[in-house]
Structures are given as structure tokens and as C-alpha cells.
């Protein structure tokens, strides 16, 4: 796949089909948010891969799904994640720049999972306090986001709109509006 294609087909996917993803891929995932840019190369990340069923399902019950269409946009049994991928910052290596950091890790993760027709939602709706507790994430870290995981059971695509920017469902796919390119792009001045 090439990185046009990635980056145009990535939509946010919350319906998921249920058959387990490898340990190799799920790990790929990981290290292709390794490889990502950090400011001054500190790496503060490191990231807690969750793909037991009874965890996944714990984990589940803590996360809130697309707001804008909520209860209706929340997977059912049978479409839920299959994993999920905690993103953690080593508070003792966090500088000014980490919430960069993260949001270049996140997106490799993703860009990642476009190979293998995997889809993701980042989660940044979720009870930390709870997360942390079933996972038992040490006081050292911070828990910033996570990423629900799974082969892709549903379908999206991106249309150009300045008018709204409220995703909506419609016949079963995803309508999800971005900013027109002209609108957002300003050449050598403002
Ligand atoms: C930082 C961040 C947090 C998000 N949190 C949630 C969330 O809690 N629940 C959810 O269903 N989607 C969440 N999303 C997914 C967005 O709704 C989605 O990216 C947006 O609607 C655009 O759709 P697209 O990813 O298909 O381009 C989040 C996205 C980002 C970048």
C-alpha cells in the first residue's frame, strides 16, 4: 500500500470483525509508533497491548464511542474491538513537546493498521482511573489515550465540507466531513 493511499483510506472505524489479530502484527503496530518523530528524541512513550478477551471487554466498558451519533455509533456484541493499545507517558522523560509526540505515534499506529485492513479508534473518551486500575498501570506514568483495535467491520469515507463537521452514519457507512483543502491552505501569506 503506499502512503496516499493510507493516509486517504484511514477513516476512524468502531465496528469490528472478531477474529483475533496476531501477536506479530499487533507488535508491528507498537513499533511503528516507535519509529515516530519525538522532540528532542526523548521518547517518553511507552504503550500497554491489550488482546485478552476478558481485559478487552473490561477496557470496553470504560471508553465512549462517537459522540455525535451516540448510543447508535457504539459496537455492538459481536463488533467490538478485539484489542486495544494504551498509550502511557514516562513521567519522568515528559517534556513540553510530548502531546506532539503522541499525536505522531498515534497516527503511525494507524497508518500502520491500514496494511493489514485493520481499523482503529483513537479513544480519548474514556474513565483513566479505571483503565489503569484493571491494567494496573504504575503511578510513574501517565495514561493519555488509547486506540481500539480490530479488523475493519464497517465501512467510511471522507467528504470535502466547510459546512459541518459532524460525522453521521448513513446506510451503514460512514460520512465523515473535512475541511476543504483551499479553506485550510494558505500559500506564503495569510
Ligand atoms: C485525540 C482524539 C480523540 C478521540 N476520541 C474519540 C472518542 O473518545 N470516541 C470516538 O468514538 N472517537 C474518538 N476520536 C475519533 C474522531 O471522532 C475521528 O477521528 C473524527 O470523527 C474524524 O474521523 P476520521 O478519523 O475518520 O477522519 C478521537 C480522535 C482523536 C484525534
Redesign the pocket.
Known sequence: MNITDAITQ???I?KYKQHKIPKDILKNLVNAARLAPSATNKQPLEYVVVDNKQLVDSIFEQ??????IAPR?TPSEGEKPTAFILILIKKELKASYTYHDI?AA?ENIMLQAEEYDIGC??????NKKKVREILNVPPEYELD?IIAIGYKDEE?E?YDSDETVK?DKINGK?K?P?RKLETITHFNAF
Open positions: 484511514r477513516r476512524t468502531r471508553v465512549s464511542w462517537a459522540s455525535y455509533g499525536g498515534a479508534c483513537w479513544i480519548g473518551s474514556l489515550t467510511s471522507y460525522y460512514y465523515v473535512k
